[in-house]
Every structure is written in C-alpha cells, then in structure tokens.
C-alpha cells in the first residue's frame, strides 16, 4: 500500500505546510518577535496545539501505549544547537521549506544545512555514540 | 493576516491528530529527512523494510493469533489462569514501513502547501526572508553562508535530539513524555536566550 501512503503523506505535508505559513511561523520576524515575547501570538499557538494534540493523545492512551520519547545523553545538546539554530535561521526543520514555497529561496541554503547536519550527525553518531536517539514520523 | 492563535492551535493539534489515526505514527518533519537521507545511504536496508512491510498483514495478525491461542490453550489446559489482556496494547504501525518516497512527498508538500498559501494571500513572490533577516543575516553570500550553518545545527541538533518541533514540541510533550519536555524547554529556552543576544550584538 506504498501508492496510498504516498497520497496520505502528500495531503498531511501539504496542510502542515499551509496550515504553518499561514500561522506565521514560516516569518522570519514574526519567530524572532516570539522570542523576545514582543508579539506572544505564535507561542500561545504552539501552546494551543499542544492543548489540542494533549487531550487527543490522552484519549488515545487509554486504550494504546504511545511511543515513549525519554530523555538521552543527545536530548540536551541536540536541542540547544537546534534552538540557537531556529532563532539564527527563523526556521525549524518543516518551516525551511515552507519558506521555499512561498518564494524566501534564501531558505534553500537553510533547507541544504538542515540535510547536511542531518546527514553529519548521522555519520559522528555511528562513529562515536552508542545511544538511540529515538525518531519520529 | 496571520491566524489567531486559537485557529492555528487547533490546525495544527488537529493534524498531528490526524496523522497518528490515519498512520499510527507520531509526526515529525526531522524525521522524515532522516528516513530518507538513511534510505538513500542503505539502500538494500530501505528494499528489506519495504518487502517486509508488502507481507500480508491480516495473514501475519491471523498466524499471530492463532499461535497466542495455542498458548493459551496449553496454559488453559494445564489449570493455570489465563493472563488477563493488558488494559493498553502497544500501538501497531498501520504502515510498517515509510517509503522513502512517501517521506519525499511529505517535504514535497510542505513546499507547495506554502506556495499555495502565500498565492492565496497575495504575496507569492521570490522574495527575501524580511527585514529581521536582512539586519542579523545581512546580504549576500555571507547570509547564504549563515543560513547554511544555522541549517546545519538545525539539523546536527534534531537528529541528535531525535525529534524537532512537531515530533518532540507537538506530539512529545503533549504526552509529557521526559525527553520532549526537557528537549522542547531546551530549544525555546536557547532559542529565547540567542535571540536576546543576536538584539545585543547588532543593536
């Protein structure tokens, strides 16, 4: 069922992709603002998403024991280079290309980062590191 | 113009919603790329896990059962009780494997969903990333060569933390599970800090 996957996954990335740029998380200044908590609109978004996705998941839960995402020694130092990375760039990974679509091909340099530290973080995990750094999606 | 906070917050809990009941997965958007860049890499790996994910799975859930039935018939048979079924099952991926071209299309349409969304505002344009951007990142190769490094922890930092906004901040934390929480507090938190600094480096 690799055809209807495909579909599935077009539609989902389609309205992540709509739903973000019309959020305003795909403006550069629009996050920075969110940052310095001078505009608090996409940070009560997040916080309402994660509302929304909360009460559905616990729902769930009652009958389904959902992935567990627990901390590793990578949780800490990931996340900080991943948000000095955000506020530099204005753009977590699904952003970047949103970016793209809507015509900031500056972000074709961000969305080529994101794949290259991707791909590094690949290589030094498999050199060094023995954990599991867990995924998603 | 933009959408209130309510509407956005209910788009996207709402997706990330639908997401797991239409594919008993968790969203995430760093995902995806790795699943790619690791099929592109093991690309006799990617072939495996597709053809295992082809087997007919109704035939594979019928064998499953009748196997634990036949345990539990022998345990049944030999007077000891039969274990009462756990109150919550591990969630089956309805699609075992992601095909890395189902991962493509994903980044594909995040592409065009904003495309689609700038086009129905009016301001579909090739066009730079606004002002904030032109005062920290400057012009030029030097901001192609800051966005290309910030990209970079970006990406170094998802994978190593194993999930990115929508995995961890979204689907995570959500669930208030230990390591979203502490990744999603991180990445404001540094993001809240460097922002503070990048205003007092160029004010």
């Keep these: 069922m690799i055809a209807a996957s495909v579909v599935r996954h077009a539609l989902f990335g389609f309205l992540l992709g709509f739903f973000l740029s019309r959020i305003g998380f795909s403006d550069y200044d629009q996050v920075h603002r969110m940052f310095l908590f001078t505009d ?98 | 113009m933009f959408w209130p906070w309510w509407l956005g917050g209910a788009a996207l809990g709402g997706l990330a919603l639908a997401y797991w009941f239409a594919e008993r997965r968790l969203l995430g958007v760093s995902g995806q790329v790795t699943g790619i860049l690791d099929a592109v890499e093991h690309p006799e790996d990617e072939r495996k896990a597709a053809a295992m994910a082809r087997v007919d799975e109704a035939a594979l859930l019928g064998a499953l059962e009748a196997a634990t039935a036949e345990a539990a018939g022998s345990a049944a048979a030999s007077g000891t009780e039969r274990p009462a079924t756990s109150a919550r099952v591990p969630a089956r991926p309805r699609t075992l494997h992601v095909a890395a071209l189902a991962r493509a299309m994903f980044l594909i349409a995040l592409v065009l969903g904003g495309t689609v969304s700038a086009a129905l505002a009016g301001d579909l344009a090739v066009r730079d990333l606004g002002d904030g951007a032109r005062r920290f990142l400057g012009e030029g190769p030097g901001a192609i060569l800051l966005l290309l490094g910030g990209g970079v922890m970006v990406g170094f930092g998802t994978r190593m933390a194993g999930g990115c906004t929508s995995g961890h901040g979204l689907c995570g934390s959500s669930r208030l599970q230990p390591g979203s929480l502490l990744s999603t507090a991180t990445f404001f938190g540094v993001g809240i800090a460097f922002s503070y600094l990048m205003e007092w480096l160029v004010r």
């Design chain 1, 40 to 137: 608090l609109r996409l940070f009560l978004t997040f916080c309402a998403a994660v509302a929304v996705a909360g009460i559905g998941f616990l729902a769930v839960s009652r009958r389904t024991l959902l992935p567990p995402r627990m901390i590793h020694p990578g949780t800490l130092l990931g996340s900080v280079a991943f948000g000095m990375g955000w506020a530099l760039i204005g753009a977590c990974p699904g952003v970047a290309f949103v970016q793209i679509g809507e015509g900031k091909l500056a972000a074709l340099a961000s969305v080529g980062g994101i794949v290259l530290g991707n791909w590094i973080y690949g290589r030094v995990h498999r050199r060094f590191f023995r954990w599991d750094v867990g995924n998603c999606g």
